[in-house]
């Protein structure tokens, strides 16, 4: 069995307040468990309107299937209309 982790920093420059931020944390949230079956949290910055960091784990038992699950989360998250993508690690 392998674990894969990946920690985002995501920008959310229209966000007013923290109830604002955690509308759009929670949809991006949900999104991402339904969509690439893996576990999300928020793991930092929570108390920051305009920051959210993420941290997702999926298990698998290849490596490569791994790295390319968590990558093509990360191509999604580039492309999000609303948070802005700065920074992501990811471990396998």
Do not use: W
Not at 60 to 80: D, F, G, M
Request: proline share 1%; charged share 30%; hydrophobic share 40%.
């Amino acid at each position: 069995m392998l674990i894969g982790s990946l920690r985002v920093r995501l920008v959310l420059r229209e966000a007013r307040t923290l109830k604002d931020k955690r509308q759009v944390v929670s949809s991006i949230k949900d999104k991402l468990r339904n969509h690439f079956n893996l576990s999300v949290a928020e793991v930092d910055e929570q108390d920051n309107r305009q920051i959210a960091v993420l941290g997702m784990a999926m298990v698998s038992n290849e490596t490569q299937h791994l790295r390319k699950a968590l990558s093509q989360v990360v191509e999604a998250l580039r492309c999000h209309p609303v948070a802005e993508l700065v920074d992501y690690e990811i471990e396998t």
